[in-house]
């Protein structure tokens, strides 16, 4: 049986500490630490070890170490990202990672951290450090941390307390582990309160409807302002709340998992391919932050090749016109060919398609190139010229972003500005090639199983918009306006779905008369009047249109899907999907919820996608 005790405070600089020490004759040292000089810092002391809480930042010397939750923004070795039950970054004092991988050990641990740098290189919100003393952990620093290691460091790396700051079930799991009841462990929480206030804010805003509207995106920037917050920490707290929904870090986590397996082998099969395709585009429907899939990719892509096939023709191509482009080493064709730049251009629409960073490798290679060669003296028409395309394969970016944007995202914010910013992109590449802009954007887009009758329209108008502007017949305003009538349609689609399922699962067990369906509409649109979502009466062939989804939804969940799964049934699967003009979003939704319920593993519906005949 152990004794623990704890100090709670606040800096001058909002850092709220908690000090925590479990262990013999704890509370006597945190007697003699509270009685500190008139210097501002708070001591912690105990056999040779020390940490010191400054009104700037923390100073530390004897054994121990750091460590916090994972988030965006922290480094995240291969070998941790490889093993899910890993959530928690742990660095040892005096530790450092060999070539070989191998973890080494030296005596200088002694060392002193900003309150800024400590925020920025560990978690946003909240960081933990920790020293030990016992009787069995003796000797040379360097021995101690090994020692400490061996015993703790495998609970610190999985333990779930430190991601809710459950200090007592942290000591609990931790102080055992020493195997000594003379030990002594101590444990010092620093959390940044205006980070934090800044996270409670934007989580429970998130969380309530998974997007953000402009009155609260302009309390959330106000909140950055007044607090000092930089760009950078908003955008990691933004992402790591984002992660953390459950139905967001159930995508990214399985991601994450198929890649793992991919590199292990140093390949990656149809089937995978197939279901890391349908991840990112449910990823971009969901609106998770791309930078979570680039990360992985860059992490477990890194120094091996994961794709087994050859080089695919596209990148063949792309780097024949790109090695073209430099003639004897020295000149550039300044005059950039038209067909030229149309074929780089499908190149990397094709390279995104299938998420291969071949092309964004081959585009390195020759910008060294280009860089070498300005220094060597050749003349500067050839930057000029290189520039060029760069500048053509942003526009691209830009424009694939916002048109797969308003193509999948449900209640997408679109502006005046990105509406003008895509009426000059597409004179931009119409005046490559005629038709080119609906080649790289729409085409493909359109024929997508995934995109939703709401998306195939804001598509459409979008079309339609452009079209009529190219012949002066409207204008950014008006197109504005026609989208955003499409998207006021399906924000109360949306709402009208999530309440009459939820009130027809609970409530209305039989809707089928009429009377029935009159005091649902009924219910339902006062609802949705008092949140704002509803002007007037729910349209009568909305309503209707929802009640026949909900049927169809039944009749697919208990009737054709154990069929289909027994079956192992495609044809099945997709004509229901073709004729009953549910989204594939929607079906799959309802596939995953049969399957976990039923406990039927993620990989037999898989295989049953991977031979459908539509395209991922």
């Known amino acids: 049986m152990y004794r623990d005790i704890r100090l709670h405070g606040v800096t001058d600089q909002f850092i709220e500490y908690y000090a925590a020490a479990a262990g013999p004759g704890v509370n006597q040292l945190f007697l003699a630490s509270a009685a500190h000089e008139p210097s501002g810092e708070l001591r912690f002391f105990s056999g040779g070890n020390e940490f010191v809480i400054g009104q700037a930042g923390i100073y530390y010397r004897g054994n121990g170490g750091a460590f916090c939750e994972y988030m965006f923004g922290v480094d995240r070795p291969l070998a941790d990202l490889a093993r899910e039950e890993v959530v928690n970054r742990l660095v040892m004092y005096g530790a450092r990672y060999e070539e070989n991988g191998r973890l080494a050990f030296s005596d200088a641990t002694d060392g002193l951290q900003s309150f800024e740098r400590i925020f920025f290189d560990g ?95 302009a309390r959330l920037m106000a909140l ?94 792309t780097r024949q016109i790109l090695e073209g482009l430099f003639l004897n080493g020295q000149e550039f064709d300044c005059a950039v060919d038209r067909d030229d730049l149309v074929r780089l251009l499908h190149a990397k629409k094709r390279a995104t398609e ?4 071949g092309f964004e490798a081959l585009l390195l290679d020759a910008t060294k190139k280009c860089d070498e060669q300005i220094r060597d003296g050749a003349d500067l028409t050839l930057l000029e010229g290189f520039s ?57 887009l359109l024929e997508n199983s995934y995109l939703g009758k709401y998306g195939r329209r804001k598509v459409t108008a979008l079309m339609h ?105 495609v044809a099945m699967r997709e004509d229901f999907i073709k004729n009953s003009g549910l989204d594939r979003f929607a079906v799959e939704e309802l596939e995953r919820e049969y399957c976990e319920v039923n406990h039927i593993p993620p990989e037999e519906m898989a295989r049953i996608r991977a031979g459908s005949e539509g395209p991922a």
């Open 465 to 569: 918009g452009l079209n009529l502007a190219r012949e002066n017949r409207t204008g950014a305003p008006q197109i504005h306006q026609d989208i955003l009538a499409i998207d006021r349609e399906e924000r109360l689609a949306i709402a009208l779905l999530e309440r009459m399922r939820d009130r027809i699962r609970n409530f209305y067990t039989k809707f089928a008369t009429r009377d029935d369906q009159e005091a649902l509409k009924r219910e339902i649109g006062e609802e949705l009047t008092r949140n704002r979502l509803l002007d007037d009466s729910i349209p009568d062939n909305l309503f209707h249109e929802t009640v026949l989804t909900i049927r169809k939804e039944a009749l697919y969940l208990h009737t054709l899907l154990p069929r289909i799964i027994a079956e192992q049934n």
């Open 224 to 317: 950055a302002e007044r607090y000092g917050i930089d760009r950078y920490q908003q955008e990691r707290i933004r992402i790591d709340v984002m992660y953390k929904h459950p139905a967001n870090r159930r995508i990214v986590d399985e991601y994450r998992n198929i890649l793992v397996a991919c590199h292990r082998r140093g390949e990656i099969s149809t089937l995978e391919n197939a279901r890391l395709t349908r991840l990112k585009t449910l990823s971009v429907r969901n609106k998770i932050p791309g930078a979570l899939f680039h990360t992985l990719d860059e992490l477990l892509k890194k120094g091996r090749k994961v794709f087994a096939e050859e080089e695919p023709d596209y990148l063949g191509e």
């Open 354 to 357: 299938n998420r291969d960073h």
């Open 123 to 217: 978690n946003a919100i909240c960081n933990h450090f920790f020293f030990v003393t016992s009787p069995r952990i003796s000797g040379p620093p360097r021995h101690q941390q090994e020692e400490i290691v061996r015993h703790v460091g495998r609970s610190i790396k999985r333990s779930t307390a430190i991601g809710r700051g459950d200090t007592t079930t942290l000591l609990g799991e931790l102080f055992p582990l020493l195997d000594d009841t003379r030990s002594q462990l101590f444990i010092f929480s620093l959390i940044n309160r205006k980070h934090q206030e800044y996270r409670d804010l934007f989580q429970a805003l998130y969380f309530s409807s998974k997007k953000i509207s402009d009155p609260d995106f």
């Open 388 to 444: 060029a395309i760069i500048t053509y394969f942003d526009r691209y970016d830009a424009t694939a972003s916002l048109v797969s944007q308003l193509a999948f995202m449900e209640n997408y914010r679109v502006t005046e500005e990105m509406i003008r910013s895509l009426l000059g992109n597409r004179r931009t590449f119409d005046d490559l090639r005629q038709g080119l802009f609906e080649e790289l954007f729409v085409t493909g």
